[in-house]
């Protein structure tokens, strides 16, 4: 059974200590600060969004950018989401107010992606999946750690990738794009992941 990325589908504690057994209390930590700061902070237990933002955000503590990928050391980290759809709303909000190893986060919303280049991790919504291909092909090579969501395919230039276990939200690692993009993938997060190709 799918859900709709923003359904209310509830995700408890349980759900959470696996794959993310070793990362389990920085990601609930995320996500109590995203449900208090989020319209729907009446909910019990997390939503699949509040999940992926979650994710999201503790995938920047596990990856390390190159120094090139910032123009100096004020630049902020740019956490993109492709698509004219915007698939988590508020839920960002609270992400504006946290930082990446030192850095302020900048929120942005590219459309093309010729307009994302420049962001530090783009996110491609399942609303977006049939530009993946385009979009990864305009990254390649370039320090931009890209999360797709995305049902099975033969694209291989995804760094990472969500999809579904019955109703449970997982995620597979390609650490050869991120490689070749610059970005060093930490070992713990390998480690978790559901998948290593």
């Known amino acids: 059974m799918t859900h709709h990325q923003n359904g209310q589908k509830g995700y408890g504690l349980k759900y959470l200590m696996n794959p993310l057994r070793h ?8 996500l109590m600060l995203l449900m208090a700061a989020s319209a729907d902070s009446r909910a019990e237990t997390p939503t ?8 999201l ?6 990856i390390t950018w190159p120094a090139e990928a ?3 050391e004020r630049t902020p980290f ?22 990446v190893h030192g850095r302020s986060i900048l929120i942005r919303h590219p459309t093309t992606p010729h307009e994302a280049i420049g962001c530090h991790l783009l996110y491609i919504p399942r609303s977006e999946e049939a530009h993946i ?8 090579d370039k320090p931009v750690l890209t999360v797709v969501d995305a049902a099975e395919s033969n694209e291989r230039a995804w760094m990472i990738r969500f999809f579904r276990v019955r109703d449970t939200l997982r995620f597979a690692i ?10 060093k993938i930490h070992a713990t997060l390998l480690e978790v992941a559901h998948e290593t190709r």
């Open 23 to 30: 990362l389990s209390r920085f990601l609930i930590a995320c």
């Open 48 to 55: 699949e969004s509040h999940v992926k933002v979650a994710y």
């Open 133 to 140: 291909p385009e979009t990864l092909d305009g990254l390649r």
């Open 78 to 99: 740019a956490l993109c989401i492709l698509g004219h759809d915007e698939p988590f709303g508020a839920l960002l909000a609270p992400l504006a107010k946290k930082q």
């Open 174 to 183: 390609q650490p050869e794009p991120a490689q070749q993009a610059g970005l």
């Open 70 to 72: 910032f123009a100096d």
């Open 57 to 62: 955000y503790q995938f920047t503590k596990f």
